[in-house]
């Protein structure tokens, strides 16, 4: 697609400048969607007169305020049906020097797939209630997008392409007021989009009528980074992914803001290590509370399944607002347990292996296992027991790209602590040769038995667990039969301030007949489920699916959805 | 038809266990999955793993190079030719 770039400037009782800015846009060639976003008659007179769609100058105009978000939005769809790749961001007070504009459309030119955005050097003319946002704002953005951005996300003055924008902006609800900047640049580096910071002045002239309200704006924007922060679990492994990758070349000045690749996780440790797990777990209860009390999925599944666990367990009791909230503040303790268990800071002697005799034969007998691991308990506890050797000999499967990348991303940090993966949404002849000469090798091959594959029409069948029937993975079985190798559970349940560590064996073999492949697969999925029952029925919230894990439709679909 | 085709039809009647189907009935440039002979991606796999065992050879290569390997016997074979040459 050929680069086609326009500006779109939302106006909502702005015109005294506009005439100038429309004149030196239209100078550098672009065609221009000013959206008056319901704007007293004084301004809307003006901004009218200025609608010329043959002189490229296009007047939108919303009757009744919608907010910043909304008029660029609204600007957007405008210039994608006029047929633009790009679109240049411009605040209609004059506060945006333009002389930039040709630099930023030259570094979109150059790598059309990023956004280009206006990195502020502000000087004492910024009003106070600005101020304010734009700490708030720093403060958050760089947890979200777990980096420290060279720049803020605040600033009205950016390039985007066309169709990713459009993507994002389909695919989440985004502030429609002067939450959108930031909220729209945050949820753009989540989806994986670069970014070029480019140093602009910016100046608040006297007398300048910028729309932003010290309370109103300042609450909506800590709103919206709520809003984020508490989607941030679900999308950790995808913005590790993304984040910050090293620049394609370090030859322009732009692509200086692109250092500091993993930088964010450092801080995350040094975060961990500075206030420590406990510090952290206090600080991320809140955070699960928030997310507990407004996300009706989350309560919903956590009851389902907890009311189910109650009957299997003969308690005759309903599972209470106190009961679910446990279950997510549980999750939250295990988002931090996990992060410690990568950092090596779970001691060894609070794991203890039930049967340590079965776990130390398999590890000295060096044979090579299908091991399934469940989203039961915290299985990278399970680390803190196995030495580096046995470690190394771990290969985990993965239903993702993201969640292989993400863990390469961990093997930066530590090494010594990380375990190879291997994703699986495509196994063809290549990779299964593959895993058969891990397992010849000693190796361990893991895979999750309670997750099923990301794509609907992958294999799944359907067991008893806890009284209805439950989807699950048809995968594990088929590995199982096609390595010709032993197959065996393994759960890590938080015990009385420590860790229990369940190994067992499940199969010696696992081999399908010719015909009825499905029907044998079922049986083993069906046993694999009842000893997963067995399982979560020690202590039910310890139970990590939050969805509903009796739905028919494919699990990682909905989770990736969240 | 060649000897390693011959073997190569053998192996596949004797690994998925086709007892319907006799080696000479599976023409050499037959699509082997989803039409023709509708095959299977565990059967693919299946096959993949007794090529190996039997002729000691691993396809590695993108999704669509293997798809294009084990298209019919007579790209197996071909892919089995080209891994002796080497």
Not at chain 1, 260 to 270: F, M, T, W
Not at chain 1, 330 to 351: E, L, N, S
Not at chain 1, 417 to 422: F, H, L, P, Q
């Amino acid at each position: 697609m050929t680069f086609r770039c326009c500006a779109i400037i939302p106006s909502h009782n702005h015109s005294a400048v506009i005439g100038e800015i429309v004149r030196q846009l239209r100078s550098d060639g672009l065609a221009v969607f000013i959206i008056d976003d319901g704007s007293d008659d004084v301004h809307r007179t003006v901004l009218e007169a200025i609608h010329s769609p043959d002189g490229g100058v296009t007047v939108y105009r919303f009757a009744v305020n919608r907010g910043k978000g909304a008029a660029v939005i609204k600007g957007v769809e405008l210039a994608i049906a006029a047929g633009f790749t790009h679109a240049l961001q411009i605040d209609a007070d004059g506060q945006h020097d333009l002389a930039q504009a040709p630099a930023m459309i030259a570094i979109s030119e150059a790598h059309p797939e990023a956004l280009i955005a206006g990195a502020p050097l502000y000087d004492e003319s910024m009003p106070r209630a600005r101020r304010v946002g734009r700490r708030i704002t720093h403060f958050w953005v760089a947890i979200e997008t777990l980096s420290i951005h060279p720049a803020d996300t605040m600033c009205g003055f950016r390039l985007y392409p066309l169709d990713r924008l459009n993507a994002v902006l389909k695919s989440a609800r985004v502030g429609q007021r002067m939450d959108f900047d930031p909220e729209i640049m945050v949820r753009l580096i989540w989806s994986g989009m670069p970014v070029f910071f480019v140093p602009v002045r910016v100046a608040y002239p006297v007398g300048n009528l910028s729309g932003f309200a010290l309370i109103g704006d300042n609450w909506r924007i800590t709103k919206m980074h709520t809003r984020l922060v508490f989607a941030l679990p679900w999308r950790l492994r995808q913005i590790l992914r993304n984040r910050r990758r090293p620049a394609a070349s370090q030859d322009h000045w732009a692509a200086l803001g692109e250092r500091g690749a993993y930088l964010g996780l450092r801080i995350l440790a040094l975060f961990y290590r500075l206030i420590g797990r406990y510090g952290c777990m206090a600080a991320v209860f809140p955070i699960a509370a928030y997310f507990h009390l407004t996300s009706r999925e989350q309560r919903r599944s956590s009851q389902l399944f907890l009311r189910r666990a109650y009957q299997a367990q003969g308690l005759a009791r309903e599972p209470g607002w106190i009961d679910t909230l446990r279950h997510s503040l549980g999750f939250a303790r295990k988002t931090v347990d996990t992060f410690a268990a990568w950092m090596g800071d779970i001691d060894p002697a609070i794991v203890k292996a039930t049967d340590h005799r079965t776990l130390n034969n398999v590890m000295a007998d060096g044979q090579g296992i299908l091991l399934m691991v469940s989203h039961l308990g915290n299985i990278e506890i399970s680390r803190a027991l196995l030495d580096q050797a046995q470690r190394s000999r771990i290969k985990l499967l993965v239903h993702t790209l993201h969640a292989q990348k993400f863990a390469r991303i961990l093997q930066q940090f530590r090494p010594e602590a990380a375990v190879d993966t291997i994703q699986v949404t495509e196994v063809n002849p290549g990779t299964m040769i593959a895993l058969k000469e891990i397992i010849e090798a000693g190796g361990w091959v893991a895979i999750a038995g309670d997750r099923t594959p990301v794509t609907a029409h992958e294999r799944v069948c359907r067991a008893p667990f806890l009284g209805h029937d439950a989807s699950f993975p048809e995968g594990p079985y088929l590995l199982a039969h096609l390595l010709e190798c032993p197959v065996y559970l393994m759960f890590c349940l938080r015990h009385k301030g420590g860790y229990r560590l369940y190994f067992e064996k499940f199969a010696d073999r696992i081999t399908l007949p010719r015909r009825d492949k499905s029907a044998a697969v079922a049986q083993w999925a069906a046993r694999y489920a009842r000893r997963l029952e067995r399982y979560c029925l020690i202590d039910p919230l310890q139970w990590y699916n939050f969805f509903d894990f009796w739905s028919t439709t494919p699990a990682n679909a909905k989770a990736g959805a969240q | 038809m060649s000897e390693l085709e011959r073997e190569l039809k053998e192996l596949i009647v004797r690994a998925l266990s086709l007892e319907d189907l006799k080696p000479e009935d599976i023409d050499s440039n037959e699509q082997l999955f989803v039409t023709g002979l509708g095959l299977d991606s565990i059967d693919g796999l299946e096959l993949g793993m007794a090529i190996r065992k039997k002729y000691g050879i691993k396809p590695v290569g993108s999704k669509e190079e293997i798809r294009a390997i084990f298209a019919t016997v007579s790209s197996i074979a071909r892919f089995i030719h080209s891994q002796r040459a080497i």
